[in-house]
């Protein structure tokens, strides 16, 4: 049973491109979770989703960023024209329903905005 | 909202002494669910327990243990005979029965020296 799968693993985007991070959940898991983890930080969460529905994104800045979980295929995190000050590690984590001991975390993506 | 607060940032052990690391924490929910996570130079996430509200009990693993005191809202977590490959930043995390919204403490880095 694979884990949380997200790629890329590195990924180098320069000022004003886009950048599109992908996050295959667990067989089974239908929640699905964003953290930000900024250079010598602590992980911020961003958004939660189930799928197709986006269930809280309090965390996520109000500009350039937007999640989806579509019906079939991966949770996307997009950012729009990134800035230097999007450079982070972006961890995806994934729950089976009301399942505690199910919540997994992916290897993260590192994202360098050049 | 939740809270978690690790005061120190960084500790530096000879390997073989014992290192303790303070989580205190803050939430009004009654049931909320505490972590401690590794994060290796390497970048993952490695999971390395999770405790409920309502145990209290201590908990051993190896040369791990971890020390709930609900009384004083802390989840210290204890490496016995540290070694060096235990250096890496420890997180602590909780999130309440709502199940997913972790909040994540800033970390403290462990650095062991042979």
């Known amino acids: 049973n694979a884990g949380v799968m997200q790629n890329p693993r590195h990924l180098v985007r320069r000022r004003g491109q886009e950048a599109r991070l992908r996050c295959s959940p667990m067989?089974?898991?239908?929640?699905v979770y964003w953290y930000r983890q900024l250079p010598e930080e602590g992980l911020k969460f961003m958004v939660y989703?189930?799928?197709?529905?986006?269930?809280?994104e309090s965390g996520m800045p109000k500009e350039r960023f937007s999640a989806e979980f579509p019906k079939e295929g991966p949770s996307i995190l997009r950012i729009q024209q990134v800035v230097r000050g999007d450079s982070a590690a972006y961890f995806c984590?994934?729950?089976?329903?009301?399942?505690?001991?199910?919540?997994?975390f992916g290897s993260g993506t590192r994202l360098t905005v050049v | 909202a939740q809270k978690v607060t690790q005061a120190q940032t960084e500790i530096s052990v000879v390997e073989k002494e014992d290192v303790t690391l303070d989580c205190v924490y803050e939430?009004?929910?009654?049931?909320?669910?505490l972590f401690w996570y590794k994060q290796p130079p390497s970048g993952e996430l490695v999971f390395l327990i999770r405790?409920?509200?309502?145990?209290?009990q201590n908990e051993i693993s190896g040369r791990y243990s971890w020390n709930f005191q609900k009384s004083t809202s802390s989840f210290n977590f204890t490496i016995t005979a540290s070694q060096v490959v235990d250096s890496a930043v420890y997180f602590c995390?909780?999130?309440?029965?709502?199940?997913?919204?972790?909040?994540f403490g800033a970390g403290t880095q462990v650095v062991v020296t042979p």
């Open positions: 984590a994934s729950s089976p329903v009301g399942d505690p001991d199910g919540y997994t």
């Open positions: 405790r409920n509200s309502f145990d209290e």
């Open positions: 939430t009004r929910d009654t049931t909320y669910y």
């Open positions: 995390a909780v999130t309440t029965d709502s199940w997913g919204k972790f909040q």
């Open positions: 067989k089974g898991h239908s929640h």
């Open positions: 989703l189930q799928k197709e529905n986006i269930i809280d």
